[in-house]
């Protein structure tokens, strides 16, 4: 498959990619009137403007559920004051909504709605699909902005560590403080 990700990465002048947990990893799961979450999504929200007063344009989600929303939202509420950055949303493969509550899946069709480009990895499942949309952030990036709670083990980890191979920043927010 043609890489979809190379028509928007010539424009691109910089680029930051989102990494983090989904909701089951985080200490207020669903709950996002949680003070916890509050703070996080204020932290997120000054990095990102910070992200972007330094000349960063392109910003990549994965769109799982969790970080990638939360992140994707703000991107999206912060065009009004700063119209020149973009969202790129990074899927896996084509339904990887679909076992996701109503409320999940609609929250995720009115981010693809507002998306400057959507890019699928796979148009189907399969086994690697997951790594290799990580991969594709992590290489198609400048900066990479994970909500990380320190575990050895799992997607967010994997793609910090790729990114930090690729000799890419990695900023580190923890949802645990």
Partial sequence: ???????????????????????????WGYNETDVRCVALKAALERQIRSLVQEGVTDFLSGMAE????????????????????????????KGQETEWSAASQARYHAILAQADSIIYVSR?????????????????SDVLLAVYNGEYRGGTAATIHYAQKLGHSVIILDPTK
């Fill in 124 to 140: 189907i499942f399969r086994k690697n699909c997951m790594l290799e949309r990580n991969h594709f952030l992590a290489a198609h």
């Fill in 66 to 93: 969790g970080i990638d929303l939360l992140a994707a939202e703000i991107v999206l509420n912060l065009r009004a004051e700063y119209p020149c950055i973009k969202l790129h949303c990074i899927l896996p493969y």
């Fill in 1 to 27: 498959m043609q890489n979809a990700g190379d028509d928007f990465l010539k424009k691109a002048r910089k680029a930051c990619a989102f990494t983090g947990h989904r909701p089951k990893k985080l200490p």
